[in-house]
């Protein structure tokens, strides 16, 4: 069992940063491919960010590339997602998520499915002012 729970939302200008963390309890957190989806009012659940428990392997969403970055630190069983030059449309309800099992089939350049993440944060509310 892995309980996670996020945190660093909030309310932010265009262009503008924030970092969001995702602690998680668990022995196992070190060997969990790790992620950040979110959802907007009135859209589907969509894909963010992973990391691979190593760290070693990231996968990013078309959209968030070279603004966004994922890191995690296995040591505090913590993940973190700095969101740099941040637009209106980045406003939603972010989650984090653990997937304790293989990410192959269900990962690739275009992002990963969130098929196989089995653990779930509240979420944090992200909103970007234009």
């Known amino acids: 069992q892995v309980q996670l729970v996020e945190s660093g939302g909030g309310l932010v200008q265009a262009g503008g940063s924030l970092r969001l963390s995702c602690a998680a309890s668990?022995?196992?957190?070190?060997?969990?491919?790790m992620g950040w989806f979110r959802q907007a009012p009135g859209k589907e659940r969509e894909f963010v960010a992973a990391i691979r428990w190593s760290g070693g392997t990231t996968y990013y969403a078309d959209s968030v590339k070279g603004r966004f970055t994922i890191s995690r630190d296995n040591a505090k069983n913590t993940m973190w997602l700095q969101m740099n030059n941040l637009k209106s449309e980045d406003t939603a309800f972010y989650y984090c998520?653990?997937?304790?099992?293989?990410?192959?089939?269900?990962?690739?350049?275009?992002?990963?499915?969130?098929?196989?993440?089995?653990?779930w944060g509240q979420g944090t509310q992200v909103t970007v002012s234009s």
């Open positions: 668990g022995r196992t957190f070190s060997s969990y491919t």
């Open positions: 998520a653990a997937n304790p099992y293989s990410d192959l089939g269900y990962c690739s350049a275009n992002g990963c499915s969130a098929i196989p993440f089995d653990y």
